[in-house]
T-cell receptor, first 114, second 114 residues
Framework: KAGVTQTPRYLIKTRGQQVTLSCSPI?????VSWYQQTPGQGLQFLFE???????NKGNFPGRFSGRQFSNSRSEMNVSTLELGDSALYLC?????????????FGQGTRLTVV | KNQVEQSPQSLIILEGKNCTLQ??????????LRWYKQDTGRGPVSLTI?????NTKSNGRYTATLDADTKQSSLHITASQLSDSASYIC?????????????FGQGTTLQVKP
């Protein structure tokens, strides 16, 4: 059974640009959550999508958005990139909502903003 | 304010020794508490997940305990191996009405030396 797949693995963008990251969950999982990990702040919850609807949201500005497709694949978009957005972005999939069921993480996308 | 604090920040032990990592939380309303292991450059891997009513849960050489009254959890690693070198992250799930979020600790970096 394939795990959670994130693409791309590495990305370099310039300030002001926008970026789209992709996450394919484990087959059968309906929940996809996104997280930002930085050395200073650690892991922080961005948002969760379940059956194409955003169910939960962390404390991030509106520049961070996402969506989920009917096949449960999810994309996260960050607009008007800032240097502080440089981080490892992780997604996790769960059978039910990520709040109550075990989450399986992908390897992450390392975003560098220059 | 919902917070999860872990101690120690880092730990060095010799192979074969036991160790205990601590997690204190001030989170409400509490849904569950998880421990994750994260190897450098990889996504976190779930070790245990415990609800309010569970006091202890084991996963091989890893044993987690939960005291919901004092809002403390610990992760005990028995007979450590070199492969246990990683960051260990405590995560608390907060759920109220139809919303929820995950609150992450900053992690404990464990180094096991031969």
């Amino acid at each position: 059974k394939a795990g959670v797949t994130q693409t791309p693995r590495y990305l370099i963008k310039t300030r002001g640009q926008q970026v789209t990251l992709s996450c394919s969950p484990i087959s059968g999982h309906r929940s996809v959550s996104w997280y930002q990990q930085t050395p200073g702040q650690g892991l922080q919850f961005l948002f969760e999508y379940f059956s194409e609807t955003q169910r939960n949201k962390g404390n991030f500005p509106g520049r961070f958005s996402g969506r989920q497709f009917s096949n449960s694949r999810s994309e996260m978009n960050v607009s008007t990139l800032e240097l502080g957005d440089s981080a490892l972005y992780l997604c996790a999939s769960s059978l039910g909502t990520n709040m109550n069921t075990e989450a399986f993480f992908g390897q992450g996308t390392r975003l560098t903003v220059v | 304010k919902n917070q999860v604090e872990q101690s120690p920040q880092s730990l060095i032990i010799l192979e074969g020794k036991n160790c205990t990592l601590q997690c204190n939380y001030t989170v409400s309303p509490f849904s569950n508490l998880r421990w994750y292991k994260q190897d450098t450059g990889r996504g976190p891997v779930s070790l245990t997940i415990m609800t309010f009513s569970e006091n202890t849960k084991s996963n091989g050489r890893y044993t987690a305990t939960l005291d919901a009254d004092t809002k403390q959890s610990s992760l005990h690693i028995t007979a450590s191996q070199l492969s246990d070198s990683a960051s260990y992250i405590c995560v608390v799930s907060v759920v109220s009405s139809n919303t929820g979020k995950l609150i992450f600790g900053q992690g404990t970096t464990l180094q096991v030396k031969p």
